[in-house]
């Protein structure tokens, strides 16, 4: 294993030191292993905290700032964070308006954080929560029950980050949450494993000339394992999925994320957007709005998602409304 | 090899289609090969042209927009532009004001805008052209006379982009981009060797144990091959050799950049930033702006480059200067 590490037992909180040192506008609690919005809480506002095991960078952190999330709670690599971290985060945040989880579907991050809800609410703590469960490649896997939680995260934070940052109450932050992720799906696809610190080696085999089709983000086997296709093919794969799950209704447009999963050269990422463009140019799919980058990431693994969010004009104005984090920044 | 394309040959030509389809606010010319902001030529505008390589993503394409390009000039992976290609981009976005080449110091890249410019020159176009050479490893390499030319790119675009788009004119704007590159000094580490899709296979033989200390962004020899070691050490090492090479003078703050090479996960980019921040605060440099992600990147290589502006009060003005382009983005 070859890694720009200290230590395996050591990767969070350095990592932590690293983005507390490069962003003074965010505020990182190290003992409580927690990333908070300076200005925090901020009065009258409904929060947003969300979190989940880390090597998913920039998610959750690289989200956090004005008009998405006021804090995030990142757990060791791949594993939830803990209930304490999370009740930190949601108290170091609430200004009595309430917060809003936003979680993905896996066990040990739904467990965790109900348990966080529970006590956060015996303190008087207003918490909602919204499930993130977009992934159309399974159902049930070796980490969740019900659908996999990835990169419509992104839609759901952003845009009901906005619908906060402009003074909606919590039920209604919630209930658009909701609905952004209804209208979300997602498929992924894995060139090769992706190796943890812990383990030091690869979490599966994936021999030289096969791909997993339908990977989750920790290494979850998908539908099946195949020889490796042309862009092409990999992109008509995804998306049919996608659509197959949810077509497009009347006055929707598409929001795109092209995603590499940690290891992909960019240039690839615009090779399949080149694709997704296309199939959804066939189906009369319009694009409002997309970004081609790494947001979800799984390591060092090479490979692809494809998320849509089959976005109504409330949706489509609070994307395009201004965000400031480390890793998604326009309007302001 | 496996990678997300169609075919070897049409990896430029598909990744530009991706680019023309999700970026509407730039213009690609598919022909020439060529990324040009859409509302190029600007009226009274300085121009700003660069160009490399492809493989290098976001650089240089990802650097066009309000603030920073005009145009990029993508050359066919690891490969310089051609000059008729450097000079329909030229072509593009003169004004009448003239135009401004950034050019990374590498043989074929310095040949053929040199033939271009002359070109250019002979029909009109005032051209100036900036070398790029801050990558303190080496002198001279299999790719290279002199220094090459790395991360400090993305500070010279940024800088000399913001005057150009304040209205500086041609000379202004040619002076403030050399003395940002004699200003920048940047080192690069590879734990891994990348692999172009023309070889199928990586172009350097490095052991599982073994890491490349002052590697160049084509996998080009560095100072020596070692043993992996710590993130701390390997940060000593980089910023050893960059403040080795240029102190910081009086007035003078840092802009740091800490570039991932392609297939390096955000989280070990932030392990590096924290050791780059805590030897920065021994040596009494203060960290005036920073970015930590994939800037300039090297296809696939795992790994990391830390470049260092030592930038005056005029400098670190224009890096906050409003910018929109798909890589960079702040202040619109």
New interface residues.
């Given amino acids: 294993m ?6 395996p037992e050591s ?1 969070l909180s ?9 962003h003074p506008e965010l505020r990182v609690d190290a003992a409580n292993k927690t990333i908070v919005r300076a200005d925090a809480p901020r009065p009258g506002k409904t929060a947003l905290v969300s979190g989940g095991g ?2 998913h ?2 998610l959750h952190g ?1 989200f956090v700032g004005p008009g998405m999330l006021d804090a995030a709670c990142p757990g060791e ?1 791949f594993t939830s964070p803990v209930p304490d971290q999370i009740l930190a985060a949601a108290r170091a945040v609430d200004s009595g308006n309430g917060v809003l989880f936003v979680v993905k579907n896996y066990t040990g991050d739904v467990m965790n954080f109900q348990l966080a809800a529970d006590i956060a609410t015996d303190e008087g703590i207003g918490v909602r929560t919204v499930l993130v469960n977009d992934d159309v490649a399974v159902r049930d896997s070796t980490w969740t029950a019900g659908r996999r939680g990835t990169g419509a995260t992104v839609f759901v934070e952003k845009i009901a980050g906005a619908l906060a940052e402009r003074g909606a109450d919590l039920d209604k932050v919630a209930e658009l949450a909701e609905r952004v992720n209804a209208a979300s799906r997602s498929f992924a696809i894995a ?2 494993a992706c190796t943890t610190p812990a383990a030091g080696r690869p979490g599966f085999e994936l021999p ?2 096969e ?1 997993e089709i339908g990977v989750g983000i920790h290494g979850e086997p998908g539908r099946s394992r195949e020889k ?1 296709r ?3 093919e ?1 992109a008509e794969i995804a998306l049919g999925a996608i659509l197959a799950d949810r077509s497009p209704e009347p006055g929707e447009q598409a929001i ?1 994320l ?1 995603n590499g999963l ?14 997704v ?2 199939i959804l140019s066939r189906h009369e799919v319009p ?1 409002a709005a ?1 970004l ?1 980058g ?1 947001y979800v ?1 799984s ?2 693994m ?3 998602s494809i998320s849509l969010c089959h976005a109504d004009t409330e949706m489509l104005d609070l994307w395009a409304a201004p965000v ?1 984090t ?1 890793a998604l ?2 309007g302001c």
Avoid at 2 to 7: A, P, S, Y
Avoid at 262 to 275: R, V
């Fill in positions: 070859k890694k720009l590490i200290n230590t990767v350095d990592a932590l030191a690293g983005i507390a040192a490069m880390s090597g960078e920039p690289g690599i060139l090769t030289g000339d791909i490796l042309s862009a092409r990999l795109v092209v940690g290891g992909t050269p960019l240039i690839e990422l615009y090779i399949m957007a080149a694709e463009a296309a694009i997309n081609v790494n990431t390591l060092d090479a490979g692809v400031a480390p920044r326009w």
